[in-house]
């Protein structure tokens, strides 16, 4: 079960904001996610059913496999200043301005109002930076106990006591699905189960989600994962496994690196496995790697060493070179992880 | 979500017998499954914590990502008979003799008492064996809204108002997680999710589960994937996707038939594809052939032509030949019956 832990905020006096509002300018984080797009869209369809003016913004476009979602052709990469300086700013599942992207400052600087709702850990940059411009009318609901920020979305909603209809459901129940990997990460806990049973309850067809988000893969995705499952290789005595890859496999199966999205997940499912790398010559001498632990491995350290970072059990690094070059750097600088923190220090069994 | 549909049996007649009873061999289908195991050991170790004395059987193994449950150790694949002649025997998971195997005619004769517990469709079999052979004293719960058997056995345990320790529920949770394939499967309903949060509620450790069923992969068994991955092929406009596997990728990975379960899935997550047909090639001219979709096509009627057998969305055969002979013949058989059903016939969305 997840570790729980204090919300920082008062749920009520966002409520009462959402309540008072007229117009919504919606937003969300860079390379938006499951639960990004979800708690957005999930928010939004709620507002506009209780009879509110919502438009919706994201720098960076809606993964393909959400693009079932309804709503999701009217998210915009831009915004209308005049709009947004008469609109309630609503920031969904992050709570740094650097998340949204190069127009944060922007939209924080003219925005009437602010509300930001987030589930991931840290304070609540927006609305520091509120202060500092002098703005102000910021307030936020921050709380990291909660599997998803679809789940805050739907606390705020039956605080209100608004109506939740099933494609403002259908989104909230896509941001659980998604966050909590199927109800299989270390975040999923007794709420998000009640949450999901809701959900349900308000009409979300959920095998109808499942299958859109699990049963829609590309072909082109399953012949590159071949590809790729045959760089596997497991080092540190089956602790450490690593896959890679390069830019002639994309080539091969027509692919392109959202194609690869998630594929570590392979290499630290191995029952041995304490770390993986997955390390992605995306386009030929530039590399991305990310790093995954099951319990005890700090990723976040192990990025450090390249000049990156990330949580305890993700995190990740860019770097000049090629997958072969990185791969090696990689193997030598986990050895020497393991070899400062001891058989004890890396296996959480 | 899935169809409601009633409920045959007594779940209160059923209790009456448990609490009455002193002696429990507890039962479940060959080959088990995590729901088939789960909500053995979920009930057996709740009786005994009632302090009744309890036995385990079953015909073939525990499989190995189910053996980290608290009392696997203790399933048998003998019984003693005269232990079975003074005990209520409790059938979990399955509503036909066939399915416990070999000992199932003599189980069904000796037992003082028989109980049924099943989420699958089908008329109670065991009882009815149990009436022909004059010896009554049966009684079954068989509801097919129910996700799992494990959901009815804690439904079971409320009705008795039994204590449910943590490894009751560790084994009834895997029985659920397991059988909604993560809370994916048709079968995920509103009562699914609300009986995970009632057990995790009652000490389970969720992460830990998932964990053990999903992140303990032997890495020959990605070994294996990559190889039968390169085998993928799409046929009838993208529809109908096939992999195999054959005696040569098993010796190569030092793989058995075990290592390949579940591939299906691959083949059928394809965005286009309904129909998927998996061709193992396990030994040496024998072959086994499992067939999943996910809308309208019927696997059962695909199996039949070749004398085999199962339900609508999933089904299979056994046959003699090597796997690229099958191959052919599916693909022919496949084609037939995208012709006699026509494309409304097979696409559901």
């Known amino acids: 079960m997840a570790k729980e832990s204090a919300c920082i905020g008062d749920l009520k006096r966002v409520a009462d904001i959402l309540n008072d509002g007229e117009n919504f300018l919606l937003t969300c984080h860079i390379r938006p996610d499951g639960d990004a797009i979800g708690s957005m869209l999930g928010l939004g369809l709620a507002l506009e059913e209780a009879g509110r003016t919502v438009r919706y913004f994201s720098q960076d476009p809606v993964p393909r496999f959400l693009e079932f979602l309804p709503g999701s052709s009217r998210i915009e990469d831009s915004f209308d ?64 106990e909660a599997s998803s920020t679809s789940i805050i979305v739907l606390d705020l909603l039956e605080l209100l006591n608004w109506p939740i209809g099933k494609d403002s459901a259908t989104a909230l129940y896509t941001g659980i699905v998604t966050d909590t990997g199927s109800f299989r990460n270390s975040n999923t806990n007794k709420k998000a189960f009640l949450t999901a049973a809701r959900l349900l309850e308000a009409g979300v067809d959920n095998y109808y989600v499942a299958n859109k988000i699990y049963q829609s893969v590309p072909r082109k995705r399953l012949e590159l ?23 002639k496999m994309f080539e091969i199966t027509g692919t392109t690196e959202e194609d690869a999205s998630d594929f570590i997940s392979y290499a630290r499912c191995i029952d041995t496995v304490e770390v993986a790398a997955f390390v992605k010559e995306f386009q030929p001498g530039v590399v991305s790697v990310s790093l995954r632990s099951k319990h005890l491995v700090n990723c976040a350290e192990i990025a450090r060493h390249f000049g990156g970072g990330g949580h305890f059990h993700a995190a990740g690094f860019r770097t000049a070179g090629s997958a072969h070059e990185i791969r090696e750097s990689v193997i030598e600088v986990v050895h020497d992880y393991f070899e400062n923190h001891g058989s004890q220090g890396v296996s959480g069994v």
Do not use: W
């Open 81 to 144: 200043e005049d709009f947004v300086s008469d609109a309630v700013l609503v920031i969904l599942d992050c709570n740094e301005p650097s998340r949204i992207g190069e127009q944060a400052d922007r939209l924080l600087e003219i925005a009437k109002h602010v509300v930001v709702l987030d589930h991931h850990l840290g304070e609540n940059k927006h609305c520091e930076q509120r202060e500092l411009n002098g703005a102000g009318n910021c307030e936020g609901y921050i709380c990291t």
């Open 225 to 247: 994962l071949g590809l790729v499952l045959k760089t596997l290789e497991v080092h540190e005595q089956g602790l450490f496994a690593m896959i890679h890859v390069t830019p």
